[in-house]
């Protein structure tokens, strides 16, 4: 087994066999049911979250992680659909008749509040009326 000839050969058989043995159907359903058997247990779960939550620690893996999310994100696909649910967002709230009424006042106490003379002693420049 020393001879690395053979060891390549054994390599390729070993993978050859496992997809073999991984594209069977009844294989799968068995291995479905071993392993979702194997999942259910509380302490499969934890011990799977903890080697996880230790991979996602490293830096390298998270710099990997921020980089795939990149390209993910810089992708034409991600970047037609914001754009689409940003149209989307933008038209139904420009429909919204509550929402135009209030950025309405909003703009008008603006207005008013910017052309209020603020050296003049009876005026509130927040609500445009003398005082009393």
Do not use: C
Not at 45 to 51: E, G, N, P, T
Not at 53 to 68: M, S, T
Not at 78 to 100: H, M, N, P, Y
Not at 113 to 128: I, L, M, N
């Amino acid at each position: 087994m020393a001879d690395e000839h053979n060891q390549e050969k054994m390599g390729l058989l070993l993978k050859n066999l496992i997809l073999k043995t991984l594209s069977d159907e009844n294989m799968q359903k068995e291995m479905a049911v071993h392993v979702k058997s194997i999942l259910s247990r509380p302490e499969v779960r934890d011990a799977v979250l903890a080697v996880i939550q230790g991979l996602f620690n490293e830096p390298r893996v998270q710099q990997e992680a921020a980089d795939f999310f990149k390209s993910v994100l810089a992708s034409d696909t991600v970047q037609g659909e914001a754009t689409e649910l940003g149209r989307t967002i933008s038209s139904s709230l420009l429909r919204d008749d509550s929402l135009q009424k209030e950025a309405g006042n909003m703009m008008w106490g603006a207005f008013k509040y910017s052309f209020t003379p603020t050296f003049v002693p009876w005026t509130s420049p927040a609500d445009g009326k003398k005082d009393s």
